[in-house]
């Protein structure tokens, strides 16, 4: 397997235009996360997913971010309009079952908002 | 809430020095613990883990015992190299999804 997969690995944009990272998680994983790390913040979650269904997005900074997963094998996490501090970089991992599992993660999506 | 609190960085040593990062965690119940490395420009990868009081993690010489008296998960190597320099961070689950410390950047110098 390729691991969990991450596009683009590097996006520029500038304030107020609406912004979509993807990520392709491990076949046969159940659970997906979005993080987002920053040198302030450190790794903090944004949602997860089960199955496919959003389980928590208490850690989605504001209405402006917004997740899917439209099926097993594909999120989005979709910022609109973007703001300079939402620069940060964007990590998706998946893992297969809930209880005392690592989680793999992606390469991650450096973003930048100018 | 749950929560890791790991040694600020960096810290820098020379090869073979020894190394200690200290983490601490609050949870409730008993969690998981983990080690995760961080290599430049790379995503986290799983260094080690342990699911239960005094066990041992272990790998590529690192190791890491959970306290559950201390409430603590130290990640330690007898020898480092140039190729350790990373960032670490330690992490809990307690229930679905990893909680992280905000990581120890190390560089090893030849």
């Known amino acids: 397997d390729a691991g969990v997969i991450q596009s683009p690995r590097h996006e520029v944009t500038e304030m107020g235009q609406e912004v979509t990272l993807r990520c392709k998680p491990i076949?046969?994983?159940?659970?997906l996360f979005w993080y987002r790390q920053t040198m302030m913040r450190g790794l903090e979650l944004l949602i997860y997913f089960n199955n496919n269904v959003p389980i928590d997005d208490s850690g989605m900074p504001e209405d402006r971010f917004s997740a899917k997963m439209p099926n097993a094998s594909f999120s989005t996490l979709k910022i609109q309009p973007s703001e300079p501090r939402d620069s940060a970089v964007y990590f998706c991992?998946?893992?297969?079952?809930?209880?005392?599992?690592?989680?793999?993660f992606g390469q991650g999506t450096r973003l930048t908002v100018v | 809430g749950d929560s890791v609190t790991q040694m600020e960085g960096p810290v820098t040593l020379s090869e073979e020095a020894f190394l200690t990062i200290n983490c601490t965690y609050t949870?409730?119940?008993?969690?998981?613990l983990f080690w995760y490395v961080q290599y430049p420009g790379e995503g986290l990868q799983l260094l080690l883990k342990?699911?239960?009081?005094?066990d041992k993690g272990s790998n590529k010489g690192f190791e890491a015992t959970y306290r559950k008296e201390t409430t603590s998960f130290h990640l330690e190597k007898g020898s480092v190299q140039v190729s350790d320099s990373a960032v670490y961070f330690c992490?809990?689950?307690?229930?679905?999804?990893?909680?992280f410390g905000k990581g120890t950047t190390l560089s090893v110098s030849s």
């Open positions: 991992a998946s893992s297969p079952i809930k209880a005392r599992t690592e989680a793999f």
């Open positions: 992490a809990l689950q307690a229930g679905t999804a990893l909680i």
């Open positions: 949870a409730t119940g008993y969690p998981s």
């Open positions: 076949s046969g994983h159940d659970y």
């Open positions: 342990a699911t239960k009081a005094d």
